[in-house]
């Protein structure tokens, strides 16, 4: 009697945790885990704030590096146009001061413009390979999921259980 409560106690915790034999081997993915990660999340995190995306798929330094690179971008045309005064007042406490310059050379003008569209352009990629970045994660994931078969065998009312690799 022992053995056959140890058998359903083992049997209802294993299943109850895991959906790997009611789903299939098939389905394993379809399954919502903590650990996979949506491509549509990572391209909305990565539209919002360049480089999270890439976080998000746990690529740290490819995010930051994203982030440091936009932000350059921005920074150094809004810098070609603009004269941006920071300073502490003593009524007021931090003050920013942003006005457009009076005077800008045709030269700093194509400049700034051509930095925009590279931002442009680049914010358009860094969407586009969070989205790529998540699908890997996903891919990489599943194969690892693929590999791994947990058995469960009952004979002669002894449960034996194991791990089997798939290569």
């Known amino acids: 009697m022992r053995k056959i409560i140890s058998f359903i106690v083992v049997f209802v915790l294993m299943f109850s945790t895991s959906n790997i034999y009611s789903q299939g081997k098939e389905r ?3 399954i919502a885990s903590p650990s996979r990660n949506d491509p549509f999340i990572a391209g909305i995190l990565s539209w919002y704030t360049p480089g999270l995306g890439q976080i998000y798929t746990e690529n740290y330094w490819k ?4 982030w440091g690179i936009e932000q350059s971008l921005f920074f150094t045309g809004l810098l070609m146009i603009a004269d941006i005064n920071f300073g502490v007042n003593e009524t007021v406490g931090f003050q920013l001061n942003i006005k457009p310059k009076e005077t ?12 925009f569209l590279t931002l442009g352009i680049f914010h358009i990629y860094n969407v586009v390979d969070a989205v790529r970045s998540a699908k890997d994660f996903n891919k990489k994931l599943y194969a690892l999921h693929s590999k791994v078969d947990y058995e469960f065998i009952l004979v002669n009312n002894t449960i034996y259980s ?5 290569f």
């Open 63 to 66: 995010g930051v590096i994203i």
């Open 162 to 166: 194991g791990i089997k690799f798939n």
């Open 104 to 115: 800008i050379s045709d030269e700093k003008k194509v400049i700034c413009v051509s930095l």
């Open 28 to 30: 394993r993915l379809d």
